[in-house]
């Protein structure tokens, strides 16, 4: 059974952090692209960072535009764990962030249950 849970979430002013994390199971880690995605009330999910499988030259990360510069994604595949490091929160990051597990377009795509991430202004 596949289990993406994700951890971390919580209050915070603007200008804060938070770390949050995912950890797997049922699944071998390193052979999948891992997302993080958010939700706000009324607006569709959005992709804010991806880390690839990894290689030779290490992990690519990519980010949403929002987010570049503040956040960062990185991964450990021995504790089967993503991580998303949130640096100079905005109230506007204020959702339901969710971890996806993926390993090519309509194979095996797991998501978590999303923890909820608030920035007060």
């Known amino acids: 059974q596949v289990q993406l849970v994700e951890s971390g979430g919580g209050l915070v002013q603007s200008g804060g952090s938070l770390r949050l994390s995912c950890v797997a199971s049922?699944?071998?880690?390193?052979?999948?692209?891992m997302d993080w995605y958010r939700q706000a009330p009324g607006k569709q999910r959005e992709l804010v960072a991806s880390i690839s499988t990894g290689g030779a030259n290490g992990y690519n990360t990519n980010y949403a535009h929002f987010v570049k510069g503040r956040f960062t994604i990185s991964r450990d595949n021995a504790q089967n764990t993503v991580y998303l490091q949130m640096n100079s929160l905005k109230s506007e990051d204020t959702a339901v962030y969710l971890c996806n597990a993926w390993r090519g377009p309509g194979v095996d795509d797991y998501w978590g249950q999303g923890t909820q991430v608030t920035v007060s202004s």
């Open positions: 049922g699944i071998r880690f390193s052979n999948y692209v």
